[in-house]
C-alpha cells in the first residue's frame, strides 16, 4: 500500500508533464542501472497501449466504413505534419534545451489524444472515422516533440557499450506486453458489442501509458543546456547536415525501408478484412504471433550483433522484413497469415533493436538532437508516401494484394542498400589499415 500510495502522489499533471523538473546531471553507475530499469518497464507499459490500441485503430476505422486512403490517413497525416514541424521542432528543443520537460509534455498530450479517441462515440454518431482519423493526424505535433527529444536522451541516459542490450531488452519487454495485451484485446473484442468493444481497449491502453509516462519521469539523464552556437533558418541546417556522407546514404537506406513499411501498414488491414474476411480474433492471433515472434528475435540479437556487427544485421532485418507483405500478398486463407506473421516479427526485431544503434554510429554528439530532426523528416517522407502510394494501388484492378507485393519489393531495395552499405564500410576500414 505505501509503494502504491507514493506511486500515486507523484502521479501528477505537473509532473507528467514536466513542469519544475531540475536539469540533471551525468547520471552515476547507480542511476544508469535504474535508468536501464525504468526504460525497459517504461515500454513494457507502453507495449499494452500498443496491444490494445494501436494494433487495431486501422482496423477500427475500416469496420466504421473508412475508404482505402482514409485508413492511409492514419499514416500519411501524421507523417506530413511531422515532414514541416520536425525540423521547427528540433531547433525548438536545442535552442530551449530541456529536453526532459519537451519529452513529458509531448508524451502526455500524445497519450490523452488515445483516450479521446475511446471517448469520441459517447457523443458523436456520424463521422467517427473522419474524427478519429483526425485526431490522429494531430497528434503528430506532440508526438514529434516527444519522439525527437526521446531519441536524443537515450543517447546519454545509457552508455554507448549498452545500448543494444539495452534497446534488446525494451524490444522484449514491448514484445511480451504487446503479445499479452493483444491475446486480451481479442477476446474482448469477440465478447462486447461495437464499438463499446474497442472504447474499452482503447481506455485500458491509455491508462497502461500513463504508468509508462511515470517511469520516464524517473529517468536521470544530463540535460543539454541550450544550444544557440547553431543559428540559421531550419533548411540551411538541413544542407550543412546533409553534407556528411555517411549519414546521408543511412538516411537514403532508411527512407527507402519506412516507404515500404509505410505503404504496407494500410494494406495488411485491408487485405485481411477486406480479401480474407478475417475476424477480429483471427486478426488478434495474427497480430500476437508478429509479437512474440519480436521478442524471440529481441532475445537473440545481442548475440547475432556480435557475432555479425550491427550493420550486416540491420540489412538482413530489412531483406527478412520485406517477405512479410509479400507473402502475405499470397495468401489463399487467414491461416497463412500466421506463420508470415511470426517471419515478419522476427526479421522486425533485427531492425528495431539495430536501427537507432546504427544512426547513433552516424551522428555526432554535440548535435545530435539536429540530425535526429533530418533524420525523422526523411522517415516521414516515407511515411508520407508510402500509405497515398499504397491507397492508389488498393483501388487498382490488382488490390491490396499488388500493394503488398509493390511494398515487398521497395523493402527488397532498401536491404540491398543496407548491404551495399556494409560493402562500403568494410572497405572504408580495410583502406584505414591499410594506411
Not at 68 to 91: D, E, N
Not at 204 to 230: E, F, K, N
Not at 291 to 303: D, F, N, Q
Amino acid at each position: 500500500m505505501g509503494s502504491m500510495s507514493t506511486f500515486l502522489r507523484t502521479l501528477t499533471p505537473a509532473r507528467l508533464l514536466g513542469f519544475g523538473r531540475p536539469p540533471d546531471a551525468p547520471p552515476t553507475p547507480e542511476q544508469i542501472e535504474a535508468n536501464t530499469r525504468h526504460l525497459v518497464w517504461e515500454i513494457a507499459w507502453f507495449g499494452v497501449l500498443i496491444g490494445t490500441t494501436v494494433n487495431f485503430l486501422q482496423v477500427y476505422v475500416v469496420r466504421l466504413g473508412a475508404s482505402s486512403l482514409l485508413v492511409g490517413a492514419i499514416t500519411y497525416g501524421p507523417a506530413l505534419v511531422s515532414i514541416f514541424w520536425q525540423l521547427p521542432a528540433s531547433q525548438l528543443i536545442s535552442h530551449t534545451g530541456r529536453r526532459m520537460r519537451w519529452m513529458l509534455s509531448g508524451g502526455f498530450m500524445q497519450r490523452l489524444i488515445y483516450l479521446l479517441i475511446a471517448l469520441l462515440p459517447l457523443v458523436i454518431i456520424a463521422g467517427r472515422a473522419e474524427l478519429t482519423v483526425l485526431l490522429l493526424v494531430l497528434q503528430a505535433i506532440p508526438v514529434t516533440i516527444a519522439a525527437t527529444s526521446f531519441l536524443s536522451m537515450l543517447a546519454d541516459a545509457v552508455p554507448a557499450d549498452r545500448l543494444t542490450q539495452v534497446v534488446a531488452w525494451r524490444m522484449i519487454g514491448l514484445g511480451v506486453s504487446s503479445t499479452l495485451s493483444t491475446l486480451l484485446a481479442g477476446q474482448v473484442l469477440q465478447r462486447l458489442p461495437f464499438p463499446i468493444n474497442y472504447q474499452v481497449l482503447f481506455v485500458i491502453g491509455y491508462l497502461a501509458s500513463m504508468v509508462s509516462a511515470w517511469h520516464i519521469t524517473q529517468l536521470h539523464v544530463t540535460d543539454r543546456p541550450a544550444d544557440l552556437g547553431q543559428r540559421g533558418r531550419w533548411f540551411t541546417q538541413f544542407g550543412r547536415i546533409m553534407r556528411y556522407p555517411r549519414f546521408a546514404y543511412y538516411v537514403l537506406a532508411v527512407g527507402v525501408l519506412q516507404l515500404a513499411i509505410g505503404m504496407s501498414a494500410p494494406l495488411f488491414p485491408l487485405f485481411w478484412v477486406r480479401k480474407l474476411g478475417a475476424s477480429d480474433g483471427q486478426i488478434s492471433l495474427v497480430v500476437t504471433t508478429a509479437s512474440a515472434a519480436l521478442v524471440l528475435g529481441s532475445l537473440l540479437m545481442r548475440r547475432t550483433v556480435r557475432k555479425i556487427g550491427r550493420e550486416l544485421a540491420l540489412a538482413g532485418g530489412a531483406i527478412g522484413y520485406a517477405l512479410y507483405p509479400l507473402l502475405t500478398s499470397f495468401s489463399p486463407s487467414v491461416w497463412w497469415l500466421v506463420p508470415w506473421a511470426a517471419l515478419g516479427g522476427f526479421f522486425n526485431a533485427a531492425v528495431a533493436v539495430t536501427l537507432f544503434d546504427n544512426l547513433v554510429a552516424v551522428t555526432p554528439d554535440a548535435d545530435r538532437t539536429h540530425y535526429i530532426g533530418v533524420f525523422n523528416v526523411f522517415v516521414n517522407v516515407a511515411l508520407f508516401a508510402g500509405p497515398l502510394l499504397a491507397g492508389v494501388l488498393a483501388t487498382s484492378p490488382g488490390g491490396p494484394a499488388l500493394g503488398l507485393r509493390v511494398a515487398g519489393a521497395v523493402g527488397l531495395l532498401s536491404g540491398l542498400l543496407f548491404v551495399l552499405r556494409v560493402r562500403g564500410t568494410g572497405r572504408a576500414a580495410d583502406a584505414r589499415t591499410s594506411a
